[in-house]
């Protein structure tokens, strides 16, 4: 059964109870809908956060930056400049986290919230590092986030990816980069099954025997680099619904149990 709006306003109200300490968030591609709410929870939630944003554009951000500021007193903001659609900027920025946890009294990261991509409509689009550049930030920059920053991950961190948990599909085995069978649907359905399985391996390996993996499929919003491409295709995606499933990964201690383990936004 889906968690009430009402269950998860209580949770994340009690938040200033139960994450009294220092608390550090990771957020990659917050740059609107589901990303940008959650930051905005966060930000209003914790008592005192410690937010790391990630995105190609500050000057973009600036306004929803100013607006964060005003919403706790308490709260430390860290912006960093990355184009993550190629690998080698992602273990790049991946370092500069690492050096600025090194540098704080709480050195570990307790959330790291991924929800960057967009859906391409013009086919596969591939970049320097020879994969789909859609895919690259949907798939391949996820994990490769969540393997880097996984030693600096606190004991009890969540993981979390917005895209499409429970929406998996066909592995083309004989295909994985999709150069010969590249479609919308296709593409959103074997790398939500490879995210799925990656998670999976994630939670069973003994070292991270404390943190969650959770893979989200929130519904369909307006998110900006999706619509800006698709005008007009609200009737579309309304046809796929808007209900909200989750995948969740661990040992049974209650990880991934949604407003409890991660600010969910409430608005």
Not at 68 to 73: C, D, E, M, R
Not at 170 to 189: P, Q, R, T, W
Request: glycine share 10%; with cysteine; proline share 3%.
């Amino acid at each position: 059964m889906p968690t009430s709006l009402k269950e998860i306003r209580a949770s994340n109200a009690s938040l200033h109870q139960t994450h009294s300490s220092p608390t550090t968030a990771l957020f990659v591609g917050a740059t609107s809908g589901i990303g940008l709410a959650t930051l905005q929870a966060f930000a209003k939630h914790i008592p005192f956060p410690h937010t790391i944003i990630i995105r190609r554009n500050q000057k973009t951000f600036q306004p929803h930056l100013d607006n964060l500021k005003t919403l706790n007193p308490n709260r430390t903001y860290t912006f960093l400049e990355s184009d993550i659609s190629l690998l080698a900027n992602v273990d790049s920025v991946s370092q500069e986290i690492k050096s600025i946890l090194s540098q704080q009294p709480n050195s570990k990261l307790d959330l790291l919230f991924l929800s960057q991509g967009y859906i391409s409509f013009t086919g596969r689009e591939e970049n320097a590092d020879g994969l789909d550049n859609s895919v690259s930030l949907r798939y391949y920059s996820r994990i490769r986030f969540i393997q880097t920053l996984l030693p600096v991950m606190s004991s009890s961190a969540r993981a979390v990816s917005i895209l499409a948990g429970g929406k998996e599909g066909k592995i083309f085995e004989d295909d994985l980069d999709l150069k010969k069978n590249y479609s919308v649907g296709n593409a959103a359905g074997q790398f939500a099954t490879m995210m799925t399985l990656s998670f999976d391996n994630f939670s069973s390996q003994s070292e991270n025997s404390g943190t969650g993996f959770c893979a989200c499929f929130s519904g369909v919003d307006e998110h900006g680099s999706t619509w800006e491409e698709c005008e007009g295709c609200a009737g579309s995606f309304d046809e796929m619904g808007r209900g909200a499933a989750v995948g969740c990964f661990g040992d049974g201690e209650g990880r991934g149990r949604g407003g409890e383990d991660v600010v969910l936004c409430d608005e």
